[in-house]
């Protein structure tokens, strides 16, 4: 069992930036692809940015591109995503998620068995 923990969310102007971080326990996730998904009030959980078991391929959802990057640090467990020139439409809740059964860079959302409790991000205007 992976227990998956986000942190790093909050309030930050628009333009601003912000760091949220994934930490794992349970067991080592670092044979499994990694990604990161948004919800919004009313919307449907979404894709953000995945990243693969070894850290080579990464994938983003086309409206973060440019602007996130993930990473991860297999020696913490840890899995990260830079969010950059951040825009009102990117406030969510941000879920970490750990795939077993793609190690490469899968983007749906069948795909994660573990998730994280989320972390809010908002951005004012």
């Known amino acids: 069992q992976v227990q998956l923990v986000e942190s790093g969310g909050g309030l930050v102007q628009a333009g601003g930036s912000l760091r949220l971080s994934c930490a794992a326990s349970?067991?080592?996730?670092?044979?499994?692809?990694m990604g990161w998904f948004r919800q919004a009030p009313g919307k449907e959980r979404e894709f953000v940015a995945v990243?693969?078991?070894?850290?080579?391929?990464?994938n983003y959802a086309d409206s973060v591109k440019g602007r996130f990057t993930i990473s991860r640090d297999n020696a913490k467990n840890t899995v990260y995503v830079q969010m950059n020139s951040l825009k009102p439409e990117d406030t969510a809740v941000y879920y970490c998620?750990?795939?077993?059964?793609?190690?490469?860079?899968?983007?749906?959302?069948?795909?994660?068995?573990?998730w994280g409790q989320g972390t809010q991000v908002t951005i004012s205007s």
């Open positions: 998620a750990a795939s077993v059964t793609n190690p490469q860079v899968p983007t749906l959302r069948y795909e994660f068995a573990y």
């Open positions: 349970g067991r080592t996730v670092s044979g499994y692809a």
């Open positions: 990243i693969s078991w070894g850290g080579g391929d990464t």
